[in-house]
């Protein structure tokens, strides 16, 4: 893993390597719109719709599992995958789809409210850095430094030691661990923006900060943040699973993918189906992310962007 | 330089500070008592314990003299005793940080020994499909759950390799093969995304290299191709590598934490679970204090060699 933007390469995106045609025809207002430009980079749209797969699974999940993902069956344990149960059962006979299902709600459900709070804060703090600049801006960005280094898993394991375990204590310390990438990463831009001439102008017209920040300054920084914020998902999604399987995050017998890969170690000589399935899921989860990302990146790059 | 350096090395003193601070005030944080939450599990819990353990943690003191105290023992070396073991929190660490340490190192070894052929057949073959495999590997590999990866592995090799010692740790200098043999399925789990990272940028950087003037210029006074990609564009092309690594170095450090409780490898990650599940501090504290302490140092100088190598690095 690489920084919680998962490192992609600072080169061109993961496009295919095509000779530009010589002549190009115009192209259409679908073809121009976001979805239509989504849909000329193969490899973001296949992230876009792994991650529109995973979010509907977290969110319906409970609806379209086909069975209790805690009801116990001893008659059933052990099973590869069958008609009856798509992907095996485990150790109690419970059925590892709807088990995945479930865990998807805990795992997107812990990352999205991580990411939101890293996303918040850490926007908010480096645009009033940026902003007040001075001793404000150097306690904000000090304190940022100072949390940007702790290795990301020490951080969020010491985070845990304090609030004790759980996956609300989870997203908290995900959170507190991700909040200083978001606020370089508005610092930086804002501090350009600031400069600009409207800017000036909306100050001397006497608009408040708030409205400043707010209507003139946010704008402008939204793209880095939104592709940061999808990629920032696909590695939280395996730091949750990292500290569910440490047994720091989501407790049993609430399902959760890190946990059932940890759990299912111990009977994986019988059967290694759930430790097959559960760490597909997760592989799945933040690759989804991850490519989409890297496609946005590249869609809300201007200097990429084709007329 | 000197200067940079002077400089670099005065950041690193402050962030080290505010990193002691705030592991300091972690255990303030621990929401109620964390005298009766640490003595919590015991079972012969008397007032005298308690109170004993309160002096010996020094808070019975205002909180300034509480972080000066402590602050001193660390300057000194001393970071408290284990609750359970009594022993120093220092000896406990050092038992087991080299072992975490040797994991990393070969894990690092182990990503750039096996990105960089496979970043160069990557961009020598540009569009075909060796290229292709390559990058389709890279991209899937990048967040591929190395404790998933352990857990796979450990599983192929106890059933086709029952008798590979995939389990435990022998130290290096007692069994050196034993100890490599024992390390090397931890260390791949741990490094495949660390390879594909490291391949994906090591290809684009190769290219954009291979493209520029002074590549045309080798090439054109009759360089074998040969020369041109080792001379001359390898070096350029490494050097976003060299960035990544520094990077990524904390990411495989995490990594060797989680992966340790996989193969049952007696490094700091399974110190510092076993000493929150038992609620022992002063390890937990000196277990963050210690390991951010050689990631920071890791980073700067990983920081100053990359300014040493590429001059084109400024050092404002």
Do not use: C
Request: a positive charge; proline letters at 7%; hydrophobic letters at 55%.
């Amino acid at each position: 893993m690489s920084a919680p933007s998962t490192g992609p390469a600072p080169g061109p995106g993961p496009g295919p390597a095509t000779v530009p045609t010589p002549v190009r025809m115009p192209r259409s207002a679908f073809e121009r719109s976001f979805f239509g430009r989504l849909l000329r980079n193969p490899v973001g749209f296949l992230g876009f719709v792994l991650a529109v797969f995973v979010i509907l699974a977290a969110a319906l999940g409970p609806l379209l599992s086909p069975h209790d993902p805690l009801a116990q069956s001893i008659r059933e344990r052990f099973q590869g995958p069958s008609a009856a149960h798509w992907l095996g059962t485990d150790n109690f006979g419970r059925d590892t789809l709807a088990r995945i299902l479930h865990g998807y709600r805990t795992s997107i459900g812990v990352s999205l409210g991580a990411v939101g709070i890293a996303t918040m804060v850490g926007a908010v703090l480096g645009l009033l850095a940026a902003f007040f600049g001075g001793w404000i801006d150097r306690i904000i960005m000090r304190l940022m430094d100072v949390l940007l280094a702790f290795p990301i898993i020490l951080l969020a394991i010491a985070v845990l030691a304090v609030l004790g375990p759980g996956s609300f204590n989870t997203g908290l310390a995900i959170g507190i661990v991700y909040t200083p990438i978001f606020a370089r990463l508005a610092r930086a831009p804002a501090l350009t923006v600031l400069n600009w001439d409207y800017v000036s102008a909306a100050r001397a017209l006497g608009s408040s900060p708030a409205r400043i920040l707010a209507r003139h300054v946010t704008p402008n920084v939204l793209a880095p943040i939104m592709v940061q914020v999808t990629l920032s998902l696909s590695t939280a999604i395996l730091v949750e699973a990292s500290l569910s399987f440490l047994g720091l995050g989501t407790q049993p017998p609430t399902p959760s993918l890190g946990l059932m890969l940890s759990e299912s170690r111990n009977t994986m000589l019988l059967s290694p189906w759930v430790s097959v399935f559960s760490g597909l899921a997760i592989l799945l989860a933040s690759l989804g992310f991850n490519l989409f990302g890297d496609g946005l990146r590249d869609l809300l790059d201007p200097t990429l962007r084709d007329a | 330089m000197a200067q940079y350096v002077v400089r670099r090395v005065l950041d690193l003193l402050f962030v080290l500070f505010g990193v002691s601070l705030l592991i300091f005030l972690m255990v303030r944080f621990i929401p109620g008592d964390a005298v009766a939450i640490m003595l919590g599990a015991n079972t012969d819990i008397t007032p005298d314990r308690v109170e004993n353990l309160r002096r010996q943690l020094g808070l019975h003191l205002p909180i300034h003299e509480q972080y000066w105290q402590w602050l001193s023992g660390v300057l000194r070396g001393d970071l408290g005793n284990s609750i359970w073991t009594g022993r120093p929190v220092t000896q406990e660490i050092g038992a087991r940080l080299p072992v975490t340490l040797e994991i990393t190192g070969l894990s690092l070894l182990f990503a750039v020994v096996a990105a960089v052929p496979l970043g160069v057949l990557a961009a020598r073959a540009r569009g075909t499909w060796g290229d292709l495999v390559v990058r389709v590997m890279a991209i899937a590999g990048l967040t591929l759950p190395s404790f998933w990866v352990g857990v796979l592995l450990l599983y192929f090799f106890s059933i086709y390799l029952p008798t590979w010692p995939a389990i435990g740790y022998v130290p290096f200098t007692q069994d050196p093969l034993g100890n490599l043999a024992r390390l090397a399925l931890p260390v791949v789990a741990v490094s495949l995304p660390m390879v594909a990272g490291l391949t994906r940028i090591l290809r684009s950087s190769l290219l954009e290299v291979l493209n520029s003037d002074f590549v045309r210029t080798a090439r054109s006074k009759g360089a074998s191709e040969r020369a041109v990609l080792y001379k001359h564009a390898m070096r350029n092309a490494m050097i976003p590598v060299i960035t990544v690594i520094g990077v990524q170095v904390g990411y495989l450090l995490s990594g060797v934490v989680v992966i340790e409780q996989v193969f049952a490898i007696p490094g700091v990650g399974r110190l510092i679970i076993g000493a929150i599940n038992e609620r022992n501090y002063p390890l937990v504290q000196g277990v963050v204090l210690i390991v951010t302490a050689v990631f920071v140092v890791v980073n700067m100088l990983v920081d100053l060699a990359y300014a040493w190598i590429d001059p084109r690095v400024e050092y404002a």
